[in-house]
């Protein structure tokens, strides 16, 4: 046979000496046996790491191998709980039946199914009519109503896009005004602190001013006396008036000249507006006190006067249009207050106009000024019908989806100027709607006396929120501004020549001519903050632009 193999040797070391081994020299037989302990502790250290190297691989492999399983049951996102599912599932969102409404804030049903929504007037109760009962209101109504306009009708509510201005600015679109004497001039604040002028009737006549503020553009007023004179107020804590002509702007107001000291200490300029008997501008910050400013000799008048809770926006200021001296301003306080200018002090409001959170804005009816018209974030828009009476409890309260979490620009419920009924105002839609599979947010026409939907405007081209929205106060137009862009709607037309009805087909946009740079990213697409150039100083934002034609009819219902 054979002799044994070593390697059987090294691990059955126990039974390795043999009789005739045993008698040779102790010398010899220790020294080779301590070679060989030591050849063993080796190969036995070394089998060890290999196994631990293995079970570690095994190990491995089996965490990598888990199967997976798919479950079919519905598992809701926001709830964490099983049988039904939340979330957006084609343009459809679809709410959280544990959690209350988001249109109108109640638990009991879902957004899809919720009143409101199916008809926008459910629970509003309509305005009261005249008793024609008495004498006055027999003489009222053979007399005087038939000379009032009755509201609007539907055929000139301009619901067809005409044309678009796409990507005008490099950051949101905050405010909205139309020139005073150039109809077809509109112009734009964004989110950067820059002003844009658009002549939308020739597209490409357009300019933008870049160095006017470094931050949010939160509200613009022509000067009644110059119109070529704009008045700006920014988050930067600043007062701005700039000449149209030459591009030149001045600083009337600056609440931080000595530049950022932290949040505690910073201010900015929210709500504005002009009183014209007095020639003041009045405007507001960020921590609840209220500025005047003498259009005149461009300086402030007075002290800083307290209007609103300390430490809270007051982000909308209007003078009443029949008595100036009538201010109605909003805020973060969860308050709506009527003053009289002629003595303004802390605390000495005339009536406070109580919401259930923040109030976005808060205008008086646009010819009579005997209505008050308010936004709040709690869904609702809420109406006083007259200034004279109860001002405890709004009049109507209108269930309407502008909640929203960040990343937008305030909505706003706006009258319309023209409309001599004060019964119509347009806002923007958050909640998007199910148009033959496309999730779109509509512009809605709605008659506060009722609470009813009039129309709602909308284009298949427009997929973002449409939160800032003004009506021109002489012809029938509606500018909106949509993240970056800004389009113009005009009342759609039924009868018309061929000619005119090609090219009413064909809705014009205009975009910037952007070229790429090495590392694929646009010039003059940029999203820096930044308003300085390479060199260091501030330079206008010069762009070329292309008009580009689409073939296709706005829809709107």
């Not at 190990?59 to 888990?66: F, G, Q, T, Y």
């Not at 300086?299 to 249009?321: A, D, F, Q, Y």
């Not at 009924?421 to 923007?428: K, L, N, R, T």
């Amino acid at each position: 046979m054979p002799p044994p193999k070593r390697r059987r040797r090294f691990v059955h070391n126990t039974k390795e000496a043999d009789s005739d081994e045993e008698s040779s020299s102790s010398s010899s037989s220790s020294s080779s046996d301590e070679e060989e302990d030591d050849q063993i502790e080796s190969q036995v250290d070394d089998d060890g790491e290999e196994e631990e190297v293995e079970e570690d691989k095994n190990a491995k492999e089996k965490k990598m191998k888990v199967p997976i399983t798919i479950s079919l049951k519905k598992v809701c996102k926001v709830c964490k709980g099983k049988g039904h599912e939340a979330g957006f599932k084609g343009a459809v969102y679809i709410d959280c039946p544990m959690k209350p409404c988001f249109l109108c804030k109640k638990p009991g049903h879902t957004t899809m199914t919720c009143p409101h929504r199916v008809a926008m007037e459910h629970g509003v109760v309509p305005a009261p009519t005249m008793n024609t009962k008495t004498s006055f209101g027999y003489i009222f109504k053979r007399q005087v109503q038939a000379r009032i306009p009755m509201i609007k009708l539907a055929s000139v509510v301009p619901t067809q896009l005409e044309c678009g201005n796409i990507r005008f600015h490099s950051r949101r679109v905050t405010c909205l005004e139309f020139h005073p004497t150039r109809n077809n001039v509109v112009l734009s604040g964004d989110k950067k602190g820059q002003v844009g002028i658009w002549d939308y009737c020739k597209l490409q006549e357009k300019m933008i001013y870049g160095s006017i503020h470094t931050c949010i553009v939160n509200n613009m007023k022509f000067n009644l006396r110059n119109d070529e004179v704009l008045y700006t107020s920014s988050s930067d804590g600043t007062i701005s008036c700039t000449d149209l002509e030459t591009g030149i702007s001045s600083c009337l107001l600056d609440l931080n000249p000595d530049g950022w000291n932290g949040p505690a200490t910073w201010r900015m300029f929210y709500g504005m507006d002009i009183n014209v008997g007095n020639s003041l501008l009045l405007v507001a910050d960020n921590f609840g006190y209220l500025y005047l400013l003498d259009e005149r000799s461009r300086t402030k008048t007075g002290e800083p006067i307290r209007i609103h809770n300390k430490g809270s926006k007051v982000v909308g200021l209007h003078c009443n249009p029949v008595q100036p001296d009538l201010l109605l301003s909003c805020g973060n306080d969860h308050f709506a207050r009527i003053w009289d200018a002629r003595r303004l002090e802390a605390g000495s409001s005339l009536a406070s106009l109580a919401h259930g959170r923040v109030v976005n804005s808060a205008y008086f009816s646009p010819i009579t000024g005997s209505k008050i018209l308010t936004t709040s974030q709690d869904n609702r828009i809420r109406l006083w019908d007259s200034i004279f009476g109860n001002l405890d409890s709004p009049s109507r309260e209108i269930v309407h989806s502008h909640d929203f979490n960040r990343h937008l620009t305030p909505f706003r419920a706006e009258w319309d100027p023209k409309d001599h009924s004060e019964s119509v105002a347009v806002i923007g839609r958050y909640i998007s709607e199910n148009y033959n599979g496309v999730a779109l947010h509509p512009i809605d026409f709605i008659d506060t006396s009722t609470g009813k939907l009039l129309a709602e405007v909308f284009d298949p081209d427009i997929s973002t929120i449409s939160p800032v929205n003004k009506l021109h106060p002489r012809d029938d137009v509606l500018a909106s501004g949509s993240s970056r862009s800004l389009f113009i709607w005009k009342p759609k037309e039924e009868i018309a020549e061929t000619t005119q009805e090609h090219k009413r087909n064909c809705k014009e946009f205009i975009y910037p001519n952007a070229r790429k740079k090495s590392r694929g990213k646009l010039e003059d697409d940029s999203d820096d903050d930044s308003d300085f150039g390479s060199k260091g100083k501030k330079d206008k934002a010069k762009k070329k632009y292309s008009i580009q034609t689409l073939r296709g009819k706005g829809k709107a219902k």
